[in-house]
């Protein structure tokens, strides 16, 4: 994508990710009290998971999220591993991503976009490959190219490639596609997590 079409593009994209995760918060806003009171009380306050991730050119920010897990300990004080405290309840939210919308805050402040790779934890950023780092040249987003081809349930090597194709063929008739699919995907419930796995395995390059 040439510099002048990219610019419009980009331009669009940020005015659709403000203008309609301003209209979702506002119209979502008595359901995401409710669920907030409800994580609260099943799981524990607080019930918002604040975990910094890296955005855009890999600089970090705040992602937002309901907690789905526990913060069950062991005798020595050690957090028990996730598959212990995901409880049904949080792998409900996980399954139907109620989970993830407190993540619309980070949209509307520019943190995230609605489409893009999905942001991932600090302590891999220096794992990546050069190739695997460009999935950085763009905003991360609630979901991506790689979300609605296996998502989870998909090897680290084929995520990456994933995003940096996307990173590469962005465009909106693609994000559109990838919208539509997303809301497919959710309500099918494929791919949330790996064989074997909570989520999915810690990438160790």
């Given at each position: 994508m040439s510099n002048k079409p990219f610019f419009m593009y980009a331009c669009f994209k940020r005015c659709f990710d403000f203008l309609f995760s301003l209209a979702i918060l506002i119209l979502l806003l008595p359901?995401?009290?409710?669920?907030?009171?409800?994580?609260?009380?099943?799981l524990g306050y607080p019930a918002l998971f604040l975990q910094k991730r890296p955005g855009y050119q890999g600089r970090p920010f705040w992602l937002?999220?309901?907690r789905t897990m526990t913060n069950q300990r062991d005798a020595n004080g050690e957090l028990l591993p996730d598959a212990q405290r995901l409880t049904p309840?949080?792998?409900?939210?996980?399954?139907?991503?109620?989970?993830?919308?407190?993540?619309?805050?980070?949209?509307?402040?520019?943190e995230m976009s609605f489409i893009g790779p999905r942001p991932l934890l600090m302590q891999y950023l220096p794992l990546y490959s050069p190739e695997?780092?460009?999935?950085?040249?763009?905003?991360p987003g609630?979901?991506?190219?790689?979300?609605?081809?296996?998502?989870?349930?998909i090897s680290w090597e084929e995520?990456?490639?994933?995003d940096v194709w996307y990173v590469?063929?962005?465009?909106?008739?693609?994000?559109?596609?990838?919208?539509?699919?997303?809301?497919?995907?959710?309500?099918?419930?494929?791919?949330i997590s790996a064989a074997g796995e909570a989520t999915m395995t810690p990438f160790t390059r």
């Open positions: 359901l995401l009290f409710f669920v907030y009171l409800l994580v609260g009380s099943r937002l999220k309901f309840f949080g792998r409900w939210l996980r399954n139907s991503s109620v989970d993830e919308l407190p993540g619309l805050l980070n949209v509307l402040r520019g695997q780092a460009r999935r950085h040249d763009v905003k609630f979901s991506g190219w790689a979300q609605i081809n296996g998502r989870n349930a995520k990456f490639r994933l590469d063929n962005q465009s909106f008739w693609l994000d559109l596609r990838i919208f539509v699919s997303t809301i497919s995907k959710v309500f099918r419930r494929e791919g």
